[in-house]
């Protein structure tokens, strides 16, 4: 498995707090994405990076940012959380090569209060 | 509006038993996506599928893509209990994914 880790596995805030999650990979793979996972929902792409400083919005983008300064980490920020951004995110991270996969890591369970 | 559409939601299967899950989307994607997950874990890959007509198997799921059609189809063979699971597809039109809302599959003894 590709060494993919987020820190905090879990975090409960309150409602207009900020909120920084960290996505670590060592695999030095170039694409890196943040996604949250919602009941009926599955997984929505918040932000991806295709390199270090290159990123890109995705489907659920507003009310988030995000940061790569480094290959092997990637920052989501939740600058003032509001509650319906309470969800499971998920980081992950993939090379460019053929095989085009997809390595999650273990979720962040973030709960705004 | 992009989607991704999966049929069933929910399935109950008894061991032994043969289904097939839909996955249907709506834009042109060259490639599509398998995942499973099991509950409150992370997703785990089973399949990318690259061209039309793509084929692949592993162990008693066996996925395929028919690109013309924007319909992929993960074949269960002889279901255990092992395999119960939610299963996600998704596909990947410029560089951003999209998945499915997934299906629950329970296999029942």
């Known amino acids: 498995d590709a060494g993919i880790t987020q820190s905090p596995r879990h975090k409960v805030t309150e409602t207009g707090t900020p909120v920084t999650l960290r996505c670590h990979q060592t695999e030095n793979h170039r694409y890196m994405y943040w996604y949250r996972q919602d009941p009926g929902h599955g997984l929505r792409l918040i932000h991806y990076?295709?390199?270090?400083?290159?990123?890109d919005k995705g489907e659920v983008s507003d009310g988030y940012s995000v940061s790569r300064s480094k290959t092997e980490d990637f920052l989501l920020t939740l600058e003032s959380a509001t509650s319906s951004q309470t969800s499971v995110y998920f980081c992950?991270?993939?090379?460019?090569?053929?095989?085009?996969?997809?390595?999650f890591g273990p979720g962040t369970r973030l709960t705004v209060t | 509006e992009l989607k991704v559409e999966q049929n069933p939601l929910f399935l109950s299967m008894q061991e032994g038993k043969n289904y097939t899950i839909y996955c249907n989307y709506s834009t042109t994607s060259d490639r599509l996506y398998w995942y499973r997950q099991d509950p409150g874990k992370s997703l785990e890959s089973l399949f990318v599928?690259?061209?039309?007509?793509a084929v692949k198997q592993e162990g008693r799921l066996m996925a395929s893509l028919d690109t013309k059609a924007r319909l992929s189809t993960l074949h269960i063979t002889a279901a255990v209990h092992d395999l119960s699971a939610t299963y996600f597809c998704?596909?990947?039109?410029?560089?951003?994914?999209?998945f499915g809302t997934g299906t629950s599959l329970t296999v029942i003894p």
């Open positions: 998704a596909v990947e039109p410029g560089n951003q994914f999209y």
């Open positions: 599928l690259l061209s039309n007509g």
């Open positions: 990076s295709y390199g270090v400083k290159d990123t």
């Open positions: 992950a991270s993939g090379s460019s090569d053929l095989s085009y996969e997809q390595y």
